[in-house]
Structures are given as structure tokens and as C-alpha cells.
């Protein structure tokens, strides 16, 4: 084995399972070894295996989903060639000792690196993110030949929900009931509530804003918006707490989450057709 002797294959299987990917993309230069021992691991596994000797780049252009990325020459390109992969939904091992957190991660990025504990053999796994540009570091779990992968809380976002005190910017606007504002520069209501009982779970801090226009949100030209929309679209905003109506345009430009308050019921009637 030349690329991958620091790397035991059986751990990118047993990640591949956990994360439930369709396929196995293998960074780097490939020998004949390599590919042997490859193939035998993952033969009627049901998971697809690429061996690719080029840039992380060339590999994220491509329409590849639900991927694990194995690189054993560590992070080293430019931040642009590797920004599109932390958009869509890979999965990515760094088996190296050469690692520059990338600035392109974000809150939802799976970023994983590996390295060797003081027991032979058992492997140390932390993931990586970014919020606001800050790096955030988890330990994910470990590994070794006998116990093989033991990650002790599985769900992602439970692992992340520590956001230490990070500050988030909140842009807003009254309305009544749902977003009512106070004699101390903070806001009350029923959407505003929301927001409070996830910055206590996750342990982040608020700093409400309001758009200079007071305006919820509408197209300005040049694929450029005002009001609230506007704010986050230009990340003077992290999260923006109103009652906005989404919109297939606003959806393009931003991410929604439901109002847990919400509740529609909506019915079309006709005429029955043997009235007509």
C-alpha cells in the first residue's frame, strides 16, 4: 500500500455505512495496490467507488450527491476549488497530517479529520464547521480494528448545538403580536419567543436590527434586495425573524424554516359537474 497505509480502508467503509452514502470518491494518486485492496472491501457492499487522481475541484464540478471524499494529501488547493463541495451533501475524510481548516466550511459542512491515538491501531475522528467564519472543532468518535466505528451521539446536529456564545444578528420588523418591541431595545412576541428558546438550546446570543427602509422584503434589480430579504442576502443579517410570506423569488435568494405557530387550511371548491 502506498497512498493509503495511514488510512485502513475497513474505517471508510464502516463511515460510508454510518453516513449512508451511495459513493466512495478516493482522492489522490491510486496504485495498483491500492486498487486491489479497494475493490475487495467494497465489493457487494452496494456503495460505488471512484478513484480519482485530481483536484478536489474537478471532482465538486461534477454531479456527484451523497459522496464520501477520501484525500490522504490533506487540504492544500485554493479556497474557490473546494467551496462548491461544502454546498452540497459530502461527506469528507482528511488522512493527513497536512490540514488547513478550509475558510469555505460552513455550520452544515461535514468536514472530518483523523488522527492516530496513543493505543496502536485506534484512530481519533474530530469534524470540523464554521459559523460566522469561527472554526468550531467536535469529536465525532474513534476507531480501531477490534472495536471498529464508535461515534456516541449520532444525530449531526446534536453534536453541534453548542454555538458558545457566538452572536447572531437578527433583522426584523414589528408586528403585532408575533414581534412586539420593547422599552429596552429587545423585542417580545409569540415569533420572537422562538428565536429566544433556540439561542438558550444552542447557546448563541441575539442582536436584533431592523432594515433602514422597514421593509420586509422586494426586488430591487440586479438580482438585488431591500428590507429584511435584502440584510441577509448581503449577510448584514444572520437570521431574519418575521412573519415573510415565502415566495418561489425570496426562496431563491434565501432559507426558509416554518412558523411552528402557522396553521392553514385551505380548500378549493368547484360546482359538481352534473350541476353544470
Same mark, same amino acid.
Not at 40 to 51: A, D, H, S, Y
Not at 101 to 111: G, K, T, V
Given at each position: 500500500?502506498?497512498?493509503?497505509?495511514?488510512?485502513?480502508?475497513?474505517? #471508510?467503509?464502516?463511515?460510508?455505512?454510518?453516513?449512508?452514502?451511495?459513493?466512495?470518491? %478516493?482522492? /489522490?494518486?491510486?496504485?495498483?495496490?491500492?486498487?486491489?485492496?479497494?475493490?475487495?472491501? %467494497?465489493?457487494?457492499?452496494?456503495?460505488?467507488?471512484?478513484?480519482?487522481? =485530481?483536484?478536489?475541484?474537478?471532482?465538486?464540478?461534477?454531479?456527484?450527491?451523497? /459522496?464520501?471524499?477520501?484525500?490522504?494529501?490533506? *487540504?492544500?488547493?485554493?479556497?474557490?476549488?473546494?467551496?462548491?463541495?461544502?454546498?452540497?451533501?459530502?461527506?469528507?475524510?482528511?488522512?493527513?497530517?497536512?490540514?488547513?481548516?478550509?475558510?469555505?466550511?460552513?455550520?452544515?459542512?461535514?468536514?472530518?479529520?483523523?488522527?492516530?491515538?496513543?493505543?496502536?491501531?485506534?484512530?481519533?475522528?474530530?469534524?470540523?464547521?464554521?459559523?460566522?467564519?469561527?472554526? %468550531?472543532? #467536535?469529536?465525532?468518535? /474513534?476507531?480501531?480494528?477490534?472495536?471498529?466505528?464508535?461515534?456516541?451521539?449520532?444525530?449531526?446536529?446534536?453534536?453541534?448545538?453548542?454555538?458558545?456564545?457566538?452572536?447572531?444578528?437578527?433583522?426584523?420588523?414589528?408586528?403585532?403580536?408575533?414581534?412586539?418591541?420593547?422599552?429596552?431595545?429587545?423585542?417580545?412576541?409569540?415569533?420572537? =419567543? *422562538?428565536?429566544?428558546?433556540?439561542?438558550?438550546?444552542?447557546? %448563541?446570543?441575539?442582536?436584533?436590527?431592523?432594515?433602514?427602509?422597514?421593509?420586509?422584503?422586494?426586488?430591487?434589480?440586479?438580482?438585488?434586495?431591500?428590507?429584511?430579504?435584502?440584510?441577509?442576502?448581503?449577510?448584514?443579517?444572520?437570521?431574519?425573524?418575521?412573519?415573510?410570506?415565502?415566495?418561489?423569488?425570496?426562496?431563491?435568494?434565501?432559507?426558509?424554516?416554518?412558523?411552528? =405557530?402557522?396553521?392553514?387550511?385551505?380548500?378549493?371548491?368547484?360546482?359538481?359537474?352534473?350541476?353544470?
Amino acid at each position: 500500500m502506498a497512498a493509503y497505509q495511514v488510512l485502513p480502508l475497513p474505517l #471508510v467503509l464502516d463511515l460510508a455505512h454510518f453516513f449512508q452514502v451511495a459513493n466512495v470518491i %478516493f482522492f /489522490s494518486h491510486v496504485d495498483d495496490a491500492d486498487t486491489v485492496e479497494i475493490i475487495e472491501i %467494497f465489493n457487494g457492499t452496494g456503495i460505488t467507488v471512484q478513484l480519482v487522481d =485530481s483536484t478536489g475541484k474537478a471532482v465538486c464540478q461534477k454531479e456527484f450527491t451523497n /459522496s464520501l471524499l477520501i484525500d490522504t494529501s490533506g *487540504y492544500h488547493a485554493e479556497v474557490e476549488d473546494y467551496e462548491l463541495c461544502f454546498k452540497r451533501r459530502f461527506y469528507w475524510l482528511i488522512a493527513s497530517a497536512m490540514f488547513m481548516p478550509p475558510i469555505a466550511l460552513r455550520l452544515d459542512s461535514n468536514f472530518i479529520t483523523m488522527r492516530q491515538d496513543d493505543a496502536p491501531g485506534h484512530l481519533l475522528l474530530t469534524e470540523h464547521y464554521r459559523v460566522k467564519k469561527q472554526l %468550531f472543532e #467536535v469529536t465525532l468518535g /474513534s476507531w480501531s480494528p477490534a472495536q471498529r466505528l464508535d461515534i456516541p451521539i449520532a444525530h449531526t446536529w446534536e453534536r453541534r448545538k453548542n454555538m458558545k456564545g457566538i452572536t447572531m444578528k437578527i433583522a426584523t420588523l414589528p408586528f403585532p403580536q408575533v414581534i412586539v418591541p420593547t422599552k429596552d431595545q429587545d423585542f417580545d412576541g409569540l415569533l420572537v =419567543s *422562538y428565536i429566544k428558546i433556540y439561542s438558550d438550546l444552542s447557546n %448563541f446570543t441575539l442582536e436584533w436590527d431592523m432594515p433602514a427602509d422597514r421593509s420586509w422584503g422586494i426586488p430591487t434589480g440586479n438580482e438585488s434586495w431591500n428590507g429584511i430579504i435584502g440584510m441577509i442576502q448581503r449577510k448584514e443579517a444572520d437570521i431574519g425573524v418575521a412573519p415573510l410570506t415565502v415566495s418561489v423569488e425570496r426562496d431563491e435568494v434565501v432559507d426558509f424554516l416554518p412558523d411552528p =405557530s402557522f396553521r392553514s387550511k385551505e380548500a378549493l371548491i368547484i360546482i359538481n359537474p352534473a350541476y353544470i
